[in-house]
């Protein structure tokens, strides 16, 4: 599986960017897609997911890391394999490269970086004060 992400860039404190991943194919790890960030000298971490196989052939549950509840938002289009997260009021504190992930499960994803399936290139996101 390959995973193609764009959209990083740099912005203003309390601007907004989004970020797109397209995943090459549909597979048992392409079951959740999601987001991790590693700002410099940080370990890697998990922002966002998704799982892409809900009910009625839709995308399922959500869930997102306590510091990005309620600014970002992210949602998944089946058809077409991609992910987007749309950042909203960013901060400082959120510049870290972005980086596009796929597993089986989002639980599974949450766990952790070192649970992720499949990584896309990063793509840097900064936000100036």
């Known amino acids: 599986v390959q995973l193609q992400a764009s959209g990083g860039g740099l912005v203003q404190a309390g601007g907004t960017l989004t970020l797109s991943c397209v995943a090459s194919?549909?597979?048992?790890?392409?079951?959740?897609l999601g987001w991790f960030r590693q700002a410099p000298g940080k370990e890697r971490e998990f922002v966002a997911g998704?799982?892409?196989?809900?009910?009625?052939?839709?995308?399922?549950?959500?869930a997102y890391a306590d510091s990005v509840l309620g600014r970002f938002t992210i949602s998944g289009d089946n058809a077409r394999n991609v992910v987007t997260l749309r950042m909203n009021n960013l901060k400082p504190l959120d510049t870290a490269v972005y980086y596009c992930a796929s597993d089986y499960g989002l639980h599974a994803m949450q766990t952790g970086p070192a649970a992720v399936d499949y990584w896309g290139q990063g793509t840097l996101v900064t936000v100036s004060s």
């Open positions: 998704i799982e892409m196989r809900g009910r009625g052939g839709g995308t399922g549950r959500t």
């Open positions: 194919e549909r597979t048992y790890s392409t079951g959740a």
